[in-house]
């Protein structure tokens, strides 16, 4: 997984909590990172639908729809792509010793496992919403976390 993943996250977490669109500049920024990369994984935000930008004076971005309805594997198949982390190569078919095509038309152990894992990760990351994830915020930082993030984008810090 990319580290763009993190960002992303962590910037719909910000957006989710925020009064008004901001700018990619206030949200690297408040995140110390770099703009012109966080830029990239904004693109491929409004791309999937889940924020989508403003331009102008008070410009910027906003989720398009309430952190409830935005899960953590919304904004990573945004940020990573669809594809499967496990690709199988049917390296059985490799070496001396080579398996037939007729043993792997069914996937091998390797290949379930790493399969029934994914889909694992995939599940548990569809189960948590950005909602939840700034609630936890609140939980794991303190209630004042959010009023002070608010006034920092609003320019009073």
Same mark, same amino acid.
């Not at 940020?79 to 690709?87: H, M, S, W």
């Given at each position: 997984?990319?580290?763009?993943?993190? @960002?992303?996250?962590?910037?719909?977490?910000? !957006?989710?909590?925020?009064?008004?669109?901001?700018? $990619?500049?206030? !949200? $690297?920024?408040?995140?110390?990172?770099?703009?012109?990369? !966080?830029?990239?994984?904004?693109?491929?935000?409004?791309?999937?639908?889940?924020? +989508? +930008?403003?331009?102008?004076?008070?410009?910027?971005?906003?989720?398009?729809?309430?952190?409830?309805?935005?899960?953590?594997?919304?904004?990573?198949?945004?940020?990573?792509?669809?594809?499967?982390?496990?690709?199988?190569?049917?390296?059985?078919?490799?070496?001396?010793?080579?398996?037939?095509?007729?043993?792997?038309?069914?996937?091998?152990?390797? %290949?379930?496992?790493?399969? %029934?894992?994914?889909?694992? @990760?995939?599940?548990?990351?569809?189960?948590?919403?950005?909602?939840?994830? %700034?609630?936890?915020? +609140?939980?794991?930082?303190? %209630?004042?976390?959010?009023? $002070?993030?608010?006034? @920092?984008?609003?320019?009073?810090?």
């Amino acid at each position: 997984m990319s580290g763009g993943v993190e @960002w992303a996250v962590h910037c719909c977490v910000v !957006l989710s909590e925020a009064e008004g669109p901001v700018p $990619a500049q206030r !949200l $690297a920024e408040f995140h110390g990172i770099s703009r012109t990369y !966080l830029a990239k994984h904004l693109q491929a935000l409004s791309r999937a639908g889940i924020v +989508s +930008s403003t331009e102008g004076r008070v410009g910027g971005y906003v989720l398009t729809r309430p952190a409830d309805q935005v899960s953590v594997l919304d904004i990573v198949l945004a940020v990573d792509g669809r594809e499967q982390a496990f690709r199988c190569t049917e390296i059985r078919q490799n070496g001396p010793l080579p398996a037939s095509q007729e043993v792997c038309r069914q996937p091998c152990g390797v %290949a379930r496992v790493m399969y %029934a894992a994914e889909q694992a @990760w995939r599940s548990s990351l569809k189960d948590v919403t950005v909602a939840d994830l %700034a609630a936890s915020v +609140s939980v794991d930082v303190g %209630a004042g976390t959010f009023p $002070a993030l608010r006034g @920092w984008l609003a320019g009073e810090g």
